[in-house]
């Protein structure tokens, strides 16, 4: 009752702040911004806590949110004051020469002033344009110590002889005044000086974040990754594909994302997973270049991610896996991945990974064609626990807190208080509870893969909240597996001959939820179902001629990059031979285990048999 009433509290404060008339154009455009983007993030914290909770305001609250959005977006783009907007004589992108870039403002009596550093740019204290507009944009690369973000490189960074300069590009932020006064938003435009650059990006496609530095210092440096209270700060990503056609990189989108940092940094490589968000109060609302390469062009949060573990781990073992799985046609519930090469205020920082964030509405509503409103999605896994030790946990991460685990209850509740080796009672789990298929399609993969870090952690299901006859499966009421994180794919150190399942159904822990959902393999029936599945796909789509040129073309992508990423940020006294050694350890090791593993999983499957009644 006391939390009703304090989120009702909530409530009467946000009405009373929203029901404000929303800002107009000032003569302080930057103000007015400023404000309406701290109303979004409110507005937007109020809405995630009240889609948790038995609310009736969160149409309203959505409705408020609503106009708070289109309100940023008039403000950035009232054309009083763009008059024509600020033009740019030479598009956004990677040249392989210095040049002279013209920037023009319509009014004849503004002046642009530009920031280098992530800034806004204001009068006075910004650098100010030529009379002609003209500007020389050439290689900002030097000495590797005249960083503006050294203070977020590992120390051990100090270890490597670093012989060439820190590849540094121009992340401009414009704005046109007259008087002193604002007549047009800012303008992000990122242009890279890099002779022969197809032969240092190979064609990766590159993600420019333009940031306020203090602001992604005072993230970065946040030791907690799982802080719900971390304050989420606004952006900007210019996204960059190359053009075999055009034989140069264009800018396919300029985003504006509601971002917070996760993850506490690779044990070998000290970066943080960069969470973004480009709905629920953002102005772009969503990517519509199609990055994956699968034609899908509603990406609407995503994350340039990088493991709590090592490099390697998150940026060949996870996708590989996943990547593999889904070829295979198992799993199709999972995100999709690419390697992307990453700027911070015209810093190189490193190669990451784009990944789909997956525990999300609108993940569930663009690619599995979830109705909004309608879906439950739960999480579970461990972390460390303030006094040491792992804290096991379940967490409702999108939809009805109170309706969302109360289905998730009576599944697991079914799964603990029956005899899952009986037929009845199996049939009725999964007619009732679960999809088959997906269960048995989303076992196969970790397990043929080795994933040690699961089902204990890592496992993230979804269901609709509301059964619908509307001919899409993932409408029909039934909890379905999403393929998530498998950096443990597997753990470096396991052999071929590792049984996964003999550990799976011995866990080191009992107090996750799915330890009694695990009883459905006391079922012989289910088994013998499984492992028909389990070897029909091993013998086609997870071949070893199928597997291998996958495995060696996402290798030789990687390993392009390293002698450039590793002059960023190496291993811990490794330098950059000794990185890069690590990682041909790393793949070499992979590679053995999926050659080998076919005839030792069929084993492991024989012996999953033996132990079903």
């Not at 110590?145 to 590849?167: A, I």
Request: include cysteine; hydrophobic fraction near 35%.
């Amino acid at each position: 009752m006391k939390k009703r009433i304090c989120f009702f509290a909530l409530i009467i404060i946000a009405v009373a702040l929203f029901s404000l008339p929303l800002l107009a154009c000032n003569s302080d455009l930057k103000d007015a911004i400023s404000q309406n983007e701290l109303k979004i993030a409110q507005l937007e914290q109020l809405l995630e806590n009240a889609r948790k909770n038995d609310v009736e305001q969160i149409a309203q609250l959505e409705k408020e949110l609503k106009q708070a959005t289109q309100a940023l977006h008039d403000l950035r783009s009232d054309r009083s004051f763009a008059q024509n907007s600020i033009t740019f004589s030479h598009s956004p992108g990677v040249y392989a020469s210095a040049f002279t870039l013209t920037v023009l403002h319509q009014n004849p009596n503004a002046v642009i002033y530009y920031t280098l550093d992530g800034q806004d740019p204001v009068v006075g204290s910004s650098s100010r344009l030529a009379a002609n507009g003209q500007l020389e944009v050439s290689d900002r690369s030097g000495p590797w110590q005249n960083s503006q973000l050294t203070s977020l490189t590992p120390e051990w960074s100090n270890l490597n002889p670093l012989n060439t300069p820190l590849l540094t590009g121009n992340a401009f932020r414009f704005r046109a005044f007259v008087d002193g006064q604002p007549v047009s938003p800012v303008y992000n435009a990122t242009y890279i000086i890099k002779p022969e650059y197809s032969d240092t990006f190979h064609g990766v496609p590159i993600v420019s974040i333009t940031v306020d530095q203090d602001e992604f210092v005072e993230m970065y440096k946040d030791t907690d990754p799982w802080n719900p209270n971390q304050v989420r700060h606004t952006f900007n990503y210019e996204l960059f594909t190359f053009s075999s056609a055009r034989g140069q990189y264009l800018r396919r989108a300029n985003l504006q994302g509601s971002t917070n940092l996760g993850g506490t940094g690779s044990r070998g490589n000290a970066q943080r997973t960069i969470n973004v968000s480009l709905v629920r109060g953002s102005l772009n609302g969503n990517l519509s270049y199609p990055i994956f390469n699968d034609g899908h062009t509603n990406i609407t949060r995503f994350r340039l991610w990088n493991g709590g573990n090592s490099f390697h781990w998150c940026h060949m073992r996870d996708p590989f896996a996943q990547n593999m799985s889904s070829a295979a046609g198992l799993i199709p519930q999972r995100a999709q991945s690419r390697v992307m090469i990453k700027f911070v205020n015209g810093e190189f920082w490193g190669f990451t990974t784009m990944r789909e964030h997956t525990s999300n509405r609108e993940f569930t509503e663009a690619r599995l064609g979830t109705v909004r409103g309608n879906v439950g999605i739960v999480d579970a896994g461990w972390r460390h626990g303030e006094t040491g030790g792992a804290v096991f946990y379940h967490e409702v991460a999108e939809g009805n807190e109170g309706v969302v685990w109360g289905l998730f209850e009576q599944m697991v509740s079914f799964a603990k208080n029956n005899d899952m080796s009986a037929n009845a009672v199996a049939e009725q789990f999964f007619d009732q509870f679960f999809c088959q298929d997906n269960f048995i399609d989303y076992f196969v993969a970790n397990t043929f893969f080795g994933n040690t870090d699961w089902p204990h952690n890592n496992t993230r299901l979804f269901r609709a909240l509301n059964p619908l006859d509307d001919g899409n499966h993932n409408n029909d009421g039934k909890w379905r597996f999403i393929l998530h994180d498998m950096d443990f794919s597997p753990h470096p150190g396991v052999k071929s001959n590792y049984n996964i399942f003999e550990r799976m159904l011995n866990p080191h822990t009992t107090e996750s939820g799915f330890y009694h959902v695990l009883a459905i393999f006391s079922n012989r029936a289910f088994v013998e179902r499984f492992n028909k599945r389990a070897i029909a796909v091993i013998s086609n789509g997870l071949r070893v001629d199928a597997l291998t040129p996958v495995f060696y073309q996402m290798r030789d992508e990687r390993l392009a990059l390293l002698p450039l990423h590793y002059s960023r940020f190496p291993i811990r006294n490794g330098g950059v031979e000794g990185s890069i050694r690590g990682f041909h350890d790393h793949a070499n090791e992979l590679k053995g285990f999926f050659t080998t593993r076919h005839n030792h999983y069929i084993n492991h499957l024989n012996w999953l048999l033996s132990k079903a009644k």
